[in-house]
């Protein structure tokens, strides 16, 4: 039988074993009573009773056991002309000093802080700061907006902000403040204060009596130890999409994640302690809290904090710049920043510039990998490519190649071969298994693993409603797919309103709210249409009401500003039309999957439903006009 079949059979058959002597990975301060509490099923926890701090396990104990002087933070911006190396020695300095300093504010274990901070060193700190104190993190994403962020504010009842005066993005400079101030007027929770570290490249005004500049913050403290916590307590919310414009707050515990995430770097990535390792993506994914802080750090690796783009600071060759300077041995990134480098760089040339001799792998995840990408990257990499598939909800990859196990194959298109503890099915509409090769939505059989998130801040029935209800027993991943004859996972599309861009996940939902806000609107569909670079492009139709006599492109305009105010500039929301009426079946449902379809240039079926087929013919000849990139399969 192969190691990985061995691996995963054990998880099945006795995950408690399985996930006890993997813990063993991990320093407890408190021994688990349980490994899997089920007492609240189907609300699983993982070991209930244990306690442990993830501060310790992701820096202090490197330096209590002889690391302090290996790089632990390699920060690389090309966006700031900066380098600097923090060794796990500085990293404790640091995480214990703004530690001290939250406590000294009345920071303590149970404390929700919210982190809005660009790609810079300060923000790990931040978050290892929390962790130390037990406190709960909260780190939003500098491309959203005011609105998004004071809800956020308002849904984790923030106790503290930490924040950056500005973001570097090209060609820009982000006004970090003046979204933090509009956001903190429009919450109606208030927070007792902000620390804000001050970028030379646009430093701001504090306001007076809420804001305190960060070395004022740091100075004079006295450093904090780490607090034992609850194996079960929370360590951090991060918001995502869902269907609706009230965004899910994912919680994390602490002891299931130091569990996990230790595992996967060795499993998964087959990146031993001491090694540099590399996750391309930001602090406010997933990806950047899993594979830019912990994980690696749990792992004692050097992590790579790399504040710039696949392109453009100051070209395509930027990622290979990174690896052969840093000596890389394994990467993550979105499969979107692979296409915008093989759009700028087709032959692959600016490889070649490099000393890659040392990277062994390259990961992709955010999104299906196209087998055109998977097949650039080995080609001009020469390493095996890992295309590995996950969630904000998970933490890690439900399915993925496990190269510390066993290497399989690449197919182009497959995310490989559930991980253990991921009893993974496709199944049908009714709940029944499918056979290899069928097409259906794909769900894990209860308990998830640990790592994986055991609740929806303060709302533990939205939790089950979203997820546990579809298929009682189950968790619905949100994702249709199969798995092959070969035990191979196939991820096509979300079943829900989640579009992705970019490697974003976006609600179309939260476009629809936004638009139909407007005045002159009295409906809205949006939907993503396939695009060649961003994988999907949010598109927007609106019906006006009857009255309105202005310019539709006007209004358009005013819609795009709009959901750029609401959303963000993620949104990467351009494209929008006028239409007389919207596609519907007799029971009023919108067609979107239908406009979907024709705007992508795919083949379609008219819904048997169709309140009135006229109407796709109208819709089709409004997206002709509208200009789009109208791509291999959209033209
Ligand atoms: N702060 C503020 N604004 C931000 C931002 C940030 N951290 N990140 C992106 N934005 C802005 C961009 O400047 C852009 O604004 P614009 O409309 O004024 O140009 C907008 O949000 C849309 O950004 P994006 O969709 O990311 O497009 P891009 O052209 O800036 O970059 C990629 C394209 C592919 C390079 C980039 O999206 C990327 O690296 N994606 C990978 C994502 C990822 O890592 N996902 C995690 C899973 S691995
Ligand atoms: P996020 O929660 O932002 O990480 O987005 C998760 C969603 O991204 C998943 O539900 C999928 O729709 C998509 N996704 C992530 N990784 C992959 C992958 N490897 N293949 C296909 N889709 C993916």
Redesign the pocket.
């Known amino acids: 039988m192969s190691a990985y079949q061995n691996v995963f059979d054990l998880s099945m058959e006795d995950s408690e074993t399985f996930w006890s002597e993997a813990a063993t990975g991990i320093v407890w301060d408190k021994p688990w009573e349980k490994v899997l509490d089920d007492t609240n099923a189907p609300f699983y926890r993982w070991f209930t009773g244990g306690e442990l701090n993830t501060c310790e396990n992701a820096v202090d104990r490197h330096v209590k056991a002889g690391y302090g002087e290996q790089p632990a933070i390699i920060y690389d911006s090309p966006a700031a002309g900066e380098k600097r190396v923090y060794t796990y020695a500085d990293l404790q300095q640091k995480t214990a000093q703004l530690a001290g300093a939250l406590k000294a504010c009345g920071i303590t274990q149970g404390d929700r802080v919210i982190i809005y901070m ?2 810079v060193p300060e923000a790990v700190f931040a978050m290892l700061a929390c962790a130390r104190l037990g406190a709960v993190h909260s780190v939003v ?3 959203f907006s005011a609105k998004e962020l004071a809800v956020r504010i308002d849904d984790a009842k923030a106790k503290f902000m930490l924040s950056t005066s500005c ?1 570097l ?2 060609g ?1 400079i ?1 006004d970090y403040k003046k979204i933090l101030d509009e956001a903190l007027d429009m919450a109606t929770h208030k927070v007792d204060g902000c620390a804000i570290l001050q970028r030379p490249q646009q430093p701001c005004a504090l306001v007076s009596g809420r804001d305190v500049d960060w070395n004022e913050f740091i100075a004079d403290i006295e450093p904090a130890a780490c607090v034992p916590v609850a194996a079960t307590a929370p360590l951090y919310i991060l918001y995502t999409s869902g269907t609706t414009g009230q965004p899910k707050g994912i919680v994390r515990d602490n002891g299931g994640h130091a569990v996990a995430l230790q595992w996967t770097m060795t499993n998964i990535y087959d990146v031993g302690p001491g090694e540099v390792y590399w ?4 602090i ?5 809290h899993s594979y830019i802080v912990y994980a690696p750090l749990f792992n004692r690796n050097t992590t790579v904090l790399y504040e710039g ?3 453009g600071t100051p070209d395509a060759g930027a990622f290979w710049r990174v690896i052969s300077e840093h000596n890389v041995v394994s990467m ?3 499969p ?2 692979l ?2 480098i093989k759009k700028e760089d087709p032959k692959g040339e600016l490889v070649r510039d490099y000393d890659l001799s040392r990277l062994r792998a390259q990961f ?4 299906r990998s196209d087998p055109d990408t998977i097949d650039w990257v080995q080609r001009h990499l020469q390493v095996p490519v890992v295309d590995h598939w996950w969630q904000t909800e998970t933490g890690w990859a439900i399915a993925a190649n496990p190269l510390g196990i066993e290497h399989f194959p690449t197919k182009p298109g497959a995310a490989c071969k559930p991980m253990p503890g991921y009893d993974l099915q496709a199944l049908d509409d009714e709940g029944k298994i499918l056979a290899a090769g069928e097409l259906g939505n794909l769900a894990v059989k209860l308990p998830l693993p640990p790592g994986t998130f055991p609740t929806i801040w303060g709302d533990a029935e939205r939790m089950r409603d979203n997820y546990l209800t579809a298929y009682p027993g189950y968790y619905l991943s949100g994702d249709s797919g199969m798995i092959d004859e070969d035990g191979y996972v196939h991820v096509m599309s979300r079943i829900d309103d989640v579009i992705n ?4 996940r976006l609600s179309t939902g939260q476009m629809e709210e936004s638009l139909c806000r407007h005045p002159d609107v009295a409906e809205a569909a949006v939907f993503g249409v396939a695009d060649d ?2 994988g999907e492009l949010p598109l927007g139709l609106v019906v006006l009401n009857s009255t309105v006599q202005r310019d539709a492109n006007q209004i358009c305009n005013e819609l795009i500003a709009g959901v ?1 105010e609401d959303i ?5 929301f ?1 494209l929008v039309a006028v239409v007389k009426r919207l596609p519907k079946t007799r029971s009023g449902k919108i067609l979107r999957g239908t406009m979907r379809k024709i705007a992508s240039g795919e083949d379609y079926v008219v819904p048997g439903t169709i309140d009135d087929p006229a109407i796709l013919d109208e819709i089709a000849e409004v997206l002709r006009q509208l200009e789009y990139p109208k791509t291999a399969g959209n033209k």
């Open positions: 660009s790609m994403f500098g491309g973001g993005e090209p820009r982000v996750a391309a993506s930001d406010g994914w997933v990806v950047g783009k696949p392109v993550f990134t979105a979107t920043a296409r915008a992709l995840a955010g999104e861009v970019a490697a974003h670079f961003k750029r963000g500039a993620v949104a990467a351009k």
